[in-house]
Nanobody, 126 residues
Framework: QAQLMESGGDSVQAGGSLRLSCVAS????????MGWFRQAPGKEPEGVAA?????????VYYGDSWKGRFTVSHDHTNTMFLQMDSLKPEDSGMYVC??????????????????WGQGTQVTVSS
């Protein structure tokens, strides 16, 4: 059974940086879409970033609130990263990674992702 495990969440001050990791077990490293979502209790997941892993080159996608400050990447073995820079208090929340096989790959389609991790908490203080 495929599994995802996040790490790297922490408490930081505004303007700081964090790097989140998501390790995938029993998941292929090509033709896979992996994403980062922010999940608040009782609310729909917010799409932060996604990366479509392809042999001919990856494609990345970002939610508007995080574009230009966050960078998603993958090491093409089993780990996806989210580099979070210029953090703001409103970035706080539970960040969860998710994965699905093949297209479509979009931060706006959380319900198309089939595997989800447990999440890692990010807290940004002013």
């Amino acid at each position: 059974q495929a599994q995802l495990m996040e790490s790297g969440g922490d408490s930081v001050q505004a303007g700081g940086s964090l790097r989140l990791s998501c390790v995938a077990s029993r998941y292929p490293s090509s033709n896979v879409c992996m994403g980062w979502f922010r999940q608040a209790p009782g609310k729909e997941p917010e799409g932060v970033a996604a990366i479509y892993l392809r042999d001919r080159g990856d494609i990345v996608y970002y939610g508007d609130s995080w574009k230009g400050r966050f960078t998603v990447s993958h090491d093409h073995t089993n780990t996806m990263f989210l580099q979070m820079d210029s953090l703001k208090p409103e970035d706080s929340g539970m960040y969860v990674c998710a994965a699905k096989i093949d297209a479509p790959c979009s931060v706006n389609l959380p319900h198309r992702f089939t595997t989800w991790g447990q999440g890692t908490q990010v807290t940004v203080s002013s």
